[in-house]
DNA sequence: ATGAAAGCGCTAACAT
DNA sequence: ATGTTAGCGCTTTCAT
């Protein structure tokens, strides 16, 4: 059997009050029952259940993460951040992976509140507005991630994607590229960031007074990517095209390594940059030109704004934005030099 | 004010043992109660408080899982499955990570026994012997995961390392390759999982009555692959040897991605097997032969174990084995075609 | 400074 | 079949 507060009141000849104010140091103590009772305390190997703790406090300091698929890198990332950002605000991590299952999301958020988490942080990459209101309405302190959609108002943590972009297509002007294709989604494109990223696209084109040429898959993996190189194949040995901007990193390598496959240099023949720099970027050759999305950030940052809250203090902005960086690597050709 | 088993029962017109009743489907309960109450419930969007359960049932589902980094793609893998497979056997999934600190895998062992966590599982990367004792003096259901070290008597799930290394070495030796190095690490390769792979290595060697050509390398990084292609690439031009077997996959892919940058090509200059599986195994160029240790498997029969030991059902082996398989990509050169 | 006692929300005897 | 009650391990008034 577990050793309680009561093994330890007894041990020490103190009431478990007094046991209590020690470890929690909420009230004075003598220095003569503080001693008897760390004693105690050390003999017993006696650790306070949180459980109990929680149940009276109502406070739990476990926050509830929701995320997509743990599995992909992109998540672990942001996970990665709020678990060590969380520690360090005391917090532990209670963890949910939906895989892109609707009503998952919504079952587990039921089951977190139940399980009387602090706050909860939402993963998605669905549209899902239902989740949002159940959320609103449980009234529990919340930040919603979406790498894709734009999904209601929401406490969020996120990156300008329109600045983004046009960093992107600046880049690759600044490099003599004139014939630039974009390569988006086919899917929701109002309803999703592609609306921000693809204006900026639009926008740098126009300023350039050239062709627009836009592609659309539907999803976002490498695979997708690589079969996508058949679809663009043409246009690259053709010269319609020097350089393609890929809505996403997985897009982008996949096309890489179609182009590996199929003899078409990289950045030769065709200029490549994604967006995301998840892992791999950096890591395939050649090494991926990309935007950085700050995915650790993202986390920390999500706990800090729920720390905040929690803390009531002041209240922040609904939405954070943080700075983007492009990747200058080598999947990329400068046609001046 | 959240709503309460209390509040129901009001609601109701019944006691809260009946409520008790029905949400628990614990003792019989007549159509006529039952309905009322499951219309308060309904109505007041009742949700029972999961910590007082715990705390009067004493149990808890919740495994505590200690990783050494969520970001690390393979462990982000073993998580899944923990995580999934976790929850459909109804257990929910407290996360920590401990960066290789070995003071934070027992204060995290620690936390999480206070959270009255069912049992734990830790997935460790370093040697430390005391938080295994710590676990086992706790007497706490867990399962101990360590991809490098064979760490004192403790329930495992795991590969049967030396008979993966020997499929490596007779795929090897089936493609026509006599001059095979062998990339091993430089600490600890008694206390390790090196000790067994070394071991096939050589074993495949001499029946082969060829010379062992093995370099030592510290860590496991791509980054450390890529640093070691200086050293091996005398060897590699002057045909000293004509496969290398790398103790990892990031090893594997930080050479693959030296000989790139240093126009060697792979496998037609040299043939490079890892070992793992990575995911960026079958996204770099050329595809890297490999083995498979199955991480998502891992976890998921790590939870199984841990399941059946919560439900008294019988003890399995301490130590469980999972199949390997070789993934035949396109990093080695058949020497005979 | 300390102890007694109430009570957090719930389950599980125990009564009826 | 249902209600009453004790108590899980703890914090927190309220007395003293």
Redesign the pocket.
């Known amino acids: 059997?577990?050793v309680?507060?009561?093994d330890?009141a007894r041990k020490a000849?103190?009431?478990?009050?007094?046991?209590?104010?020690v470890?929690?140091e909420?009230?004075?103590?003598?220095p003569?029952?503080?001693r008897k009772v760390i004693k105690a305390i050390d003999e017993l190997g006696?650790?306070?259940?949180e459980?109990?703790?929680s149940?009276?406090?109502?406070k739990s300091n476990v926050i509830g993460v929701i995320v997509d698929d743990i599995g992909s890198s992109y998540v672990a990332q942001i996970v990665r951040g709020i678990e060590e950002v969380g520690h360090m605000y005391n917090y532990d991590i209670l963890l949910c992976s939906t895989y892109g299952d609707k009503e998952a999301e919504e079952r587990f958020t039921q089951l977190l509140l139940q399980k009387q988490v602090a706050a909860i942080i939402l993963l998605s990459e669905i549209y899902n507005e239902e989740v949002i209101s159940y959320l609103k309405y449980a009234s529990i302190p919340f930040v919603y991630l979406n790498k894709y959609y734009n999904v209601l108002e929401s406490p969020t943590v996120r990156i300008n994607n329109y600045l983004a972009s046009k960093k992107v297509m600046d880049y690759l002007i600044k490099c003599g590229h004139k014939n630039i294709a974009y390569v988006t989604q086919e899917k929701d494109i109002e309803l999703t960031v592609e609306k921000h990223k693809l204006q900026a696209y639009k926008d740098s084109m126009n300023e350039l007074k050239q062709p627009q040429t836009i592609y659309k898959i539907d999803g976002h993996t490498i695979t997708k990517g690589y079969e996508f190189g058949k679809k663009i194949e043409k246009d690259i040995r053709t010269n319609k095209i020097t350089a393609v901007f890929c809505c996403d990193d997985e897009i982008a390598i996949g096309l890489i390594n179609y182009c590996y496959d199929n003899d078409i240099k990289v950045p030769d023949a065709v200029s490549i940059v994604g967006y995301g720099n998840i892992s791999i970027a950096s890591y395939i050759r050649p090494k991926l030109t990309t935007i950085m999305e700050p995915y650790y950030d993202i986390g920390a940052v999500s706990v800090r704004k729920l720390s905040k809250i929690l803390n009531n203090e002041k209240p922040e902005e609904e939405t954070i934005e943080l700075p983007v960086q492009l990747i200058v690597r080598d999947s990329v050709k400068d046609l001046d030099i």
């Open positions: 059997m577990a309680t507060i009561k330890v000849g103190v009431s478990i009050s007094t046991v209590s104010r470890i929690n909420s009230k004075p103590v003598s003569e029952a503080r006696y650790r306070p259940n459980i109990a703790r149940l009276v406090t109502k």
